[in-house]
């Protein structure tokens, strides 16, 4: 088909079927599909919630013609068959964090506004899912018959664990390449290793302790945004700052409250980190004994050089750039100092090395240092026909000349052997403050975007089914 007459019944299907596109999203947002383990159950591992969109997804799916299948309740999917096996894959999920406090809006339902649509999983990632599920139906509702099978895999817990593909892997082959519409335009290629891990002080009994009580942060994932420590210490001789307040917390007992800026472990410029505030003021007016001192030291290491320096992991690659590390929580239990801390490294260094030259130096203080996470870094080179496709496609839809990029992130792009994240978010349009961002209130979507997201995963299956896949 010429690209003009392609895009031509392209947006004749998005003018006959929009509002049917719109509803197909609101089916899935009225259902709260957040993870409950304590009401799991055969076939609904997850809880009642990701099992029923599981299941309206597939019905949705079964509708438009296709073939669906409901894998334990683990995920699911459907096929449109082409002319072999090998696979085109794309996944998106069903499932959704919990609506939370701060809404304006109904959460579980799509509310129409002003071009946008608000409601839980309208952008992670129902909206989305919805659009490429459409993309693959526009072609079935041409006729054609590709060289290729599009399996279209609807998840069920990739926002607690991904479970789903675990279970997946464990059952089925990976198509010979995937995309998921779960992240950013134009196209992420590659994704940084993720490391998890704990440095703890060694034991420090109360009584060789001038801090009482220290406690920040939220999220090892996370540069923590407040942190407060208490000290034996006269509150009335210790100054303010202005990140960090001081009172009185009991007779010779002074509290410190530190306010940073929260901000994402993959991004850490873009925060400031309470706990490092703490820390610094800690170590500033001598409220800390000798082993307190060694810990804070070190820990200061971490806290105050987000490339790595500090702790002698600083590394950058030419897909990834540098390094990032961030300290995301710290506590204080069984008399030792606990502070987690967040990695995403490049090719350029491994978990390995990342592992013995933090724990080397928390042993030189008597401490010690586990990882407790750790996923490699996955790259599809950004010059591969794959990649170049979706890039094509975006590049076409959009009128752009846009280039491929690599994040810090972690999608379900590196769960299988090829892949990518694609879509549908633009950070550089800034949408109007009344509309939240994922995760938070008033979760919300362009009804524009969306369109154009359609309208560049339908030119992205034909690029693909052109390639040399086997």
Known sequence: MEHEELTKKIDAYLDDNWDAMVEDIATLVRIPSFQEDDKKADGAPFGPGPKAALTAALKMAEDMGFSTHDAEGYIGFADFPGKSDTQIGIIGHMDVVPAGPGWNFEPYDVTRKDGYLVGRGTLDDKGPSVMALHAMKFWKDQGVEFPYTIRFLFGANEESGMADVAYYHEHYDDPAFLFTPDAEFPVCYGEKGGYDGMLMSKPIEPCARVVVEFEGGMATNAVPGLAHAIVNADAKELPNTDRIVVTEAGPGRARLDATGKSAHASTPDEGVNAIGLIVDYLLEHGLCGADERAFF??????????????????????YFGPLTVVGGTIKLEDDRFVQTLDSRFPTSITADEITERVREQAAAIGGSFE???????????????????????????????????????????????????????KPWIKDPEWVGMMHGPDEGVSEDLLKQSFKIYALTIDKLMGLDLK
């Not at 070190?298 to 500090?310: C, E, I, R, V």
Request: charged share 20%; no cysteine; aromatic share 8%.
């Open 371 to 425: 990882n407790t996470l750790l996923m490699e870094p996955f790259l599809v080179k950004p010059d591969s026909p794959v990649i170049q496709a979706l890039l094509n496609a975006y590049n076409e839809a959009t009128g752009e000349q846009a280039e491929p990029f690599t994040m810090g992130g972690g999608t379900y792009a590196r769960e299988f052997k090829s892949g990518a994240s694609f879509g549908p978010e």
């Open 297 to 318: 030291e070190l820990d200061q290491k971490l806290l105050n050089h987000t490339d790595g320096s500090g702790l002698g992991i600083k590394s950058a690659d030419e």
